[in-house]
Nanobody, 117 residues
């Protein structure tokens, strides 16, 4: 059974930093990442990373956020610096399992990040 357990969200002032963690279990995950969803908006990709360490970022977070993963621990991290009010959202961990002819994406329960003074 696949499980994704997120931690690290909270309230931070503009310009501050937070680090999100997502511990995954139950399978081998090819790509892991973080998405976010603000009220009334769609869920969008923030950043993703492959097992080999290849990364992809949304333009809005480039230079401020860093994604990393520890394959031995099946854990993905998101270091968020220089946070802005527009970064406020529920952040969801995502993990992809690839089979021979298909794939399955799994989601965490979400963690709230609020950037406000």
């Amino acid at each position: 059974q696949v499980q994704l357990v997120e931690s690290g969200g909270g309230l931070v002032q503009p310009g501050g930093s937070l680090r999100l963690s997502c511990a995954a279990s139950g399978s081998i995950f090819s790509r892991m990442g973080w998405y976010r969803q603000a009220p009334g908006k769609e869920r969008d990709l923030v950043a993703s990373i492959t097992r080999a360490g290849s990364t992809n970022y949304a333009d809005s977070v480039k230079g401020r956020f860093t994604i990393s993963r520890d394959n031995a621990k099946n854990t993905v991290y998101l270091q968020m610096n220089s946070l802005k009010p527009e970064d406020t959202a529920v952040y969801y961990c995502s993990a992809l399992v690839e089979f021979s002819s298909t794939s399955a994406r799994y989601w965490g329960q979400g963690t709230q990040v609020t950037v406000s003074s």
